[in-house]
């Protein structure tokens, strides 16, 4: 019986690779945490047919296999794929991100029987630094995918691409039980919206506190596992952004970042992401004010950036209210 691995995270891609215990592993790995989210037109199109051009952002670019060639899957989107295939399962595990990327591509699916009949979600725990063999080992029973959990995934997906957060918001007082690791990552990422009293995220705000609590180094602030910073909505260049901000804006709420910004450039060149490992930080008196509750960030500093569908600038800046749990308007 031919199976099939649908993921999305190259760790977890690699495990199953490494067990060697499937068919084949397509391995999804795009970013609906940060930036503007692509047209629906534009996400289509990594479901169709592999272009004759090369291209990155394309379902084929995650596919690894046993005895596949490029002609077998050029002239296939993903759908025909997946129907060659006796056994598919969905392995997602618990970051916010995944689970975006698992109600997108529910969506995608919803309309088609011949792939969503034979597909069994397994909400997996992160791989972080287990083995491969051990974290398959570990995994959670799969459960089959049902029109509720298709028409959930739809109706959060159109709430993560809407103009204001107040649809995702809404998404609270639903059944989210079909989709257990749901309701997680709405919260999650509402309490990124900037925070009532002070304009920033929950990332940001963990990580002033941690550089209060002496943890003065730049990777020492960031989300990864072991780590103070527990919190994962974030990944390693989003934190590396937010640090960013904090430090580098008109009226910072960090100094002594010695080097930036974090980018791909920083990175090639070892003098300069040296440079920036070895920054001694410290929070400025607006951070410390910021950290009190006394000031905001946004009083200060222009903030422009997207969540989800939702165009975050000071004129018009939708809030988060964590003591109430509830959103505030602009």
């Known amino acids: 019986m031919a199976r099939l691995i649908l993921t999305f995270d190259y760790l977890a891609e690699g495990a199953h690779k490494c067990a060697d215990v499937v068919d084949c592993v397509v391995a999804f790995r795009c970013n609906f945490v940060w930036g503007k989210l692509k047209s629906n037109d534009s996400l289509k199109t990594l479901f169709s047919q592999r272009p004759a051009k090369r291209v990155f952002e394309h379902w084929t670019e995650g596919l690894e296999g046993r005895s596949l060639t490029a002609t077998e899957i050029r002239n296939l989107g993903l759908i025909e794929f997946c129907e060659g295939f006796d056994a598919i399962e969905l392995w997602a595990d618990p970051a916010p991100n995944t689970q975006l990327q ?9 309309f088609h029987t011949s792939v969503t009949s034979r597909l069994r979600l397994v909400q997996s725990a992160r791989i972080d630094n287990h083995r491969p063999e051990d974290w398959i080992a570990q995994r959670p029973r799969a459960v089959s995918i049902h029109a509720d959990d298709l028409a959930l995934a739809a109706t959060a997906w159109a709430a993560w691409r809407a103009p204001t957060p107040v649809e995702w918001f809404n998404l609270l007082s639903q059944d989210l039980s079909p989709l257990p690791q749901l309701r997680n990552t709405i919260i999650a990422l509402l309490e990124e919206l900037p925070g009532r009293t002070t304009g920033l995220g929950a990332t940001e705000m963990r990580m002033l506190e941690l550089l209060a609590s002496g943890y003065v180094h730049p990777y020492d602030l960031f989300p990864k596992y072991e780590r103070p910073n527990e919190r994962i909505t974030y990944g390693f260049w989003e934190a590396g952004n937010l640090l960013d901000g904090l430090a580098r804006s008109a009226q910072p709420a960090v100094s002594g970042l010695t080097e930036g910004p974090f980018d791909g450039a920083m990175h090639v060149s070892n003098e300069r992401l040296t440079r920036y490992e070895n920054s001694t930080l ?7 004010a910021i950290l009190a509750g006394a000031d905001d960030f946004g009083r200060h500093n222009p903030i422009h950036r997207w969540w989800g569908g939702t165009e975050l600038t000071n004129d018009c800046l939708w809030r988060w209210d964590s003591a109430n749990r509830r959103l505030v308007a602009p």
Request: without cysteine; aromatic residues 6%.
């Open 282 to 288: 410290a929070l400025t008196d607006l951070g410390n």
């Open 102 to 110: 698992l109600i997108w591509l529910l969506d995608h699916l919803r």
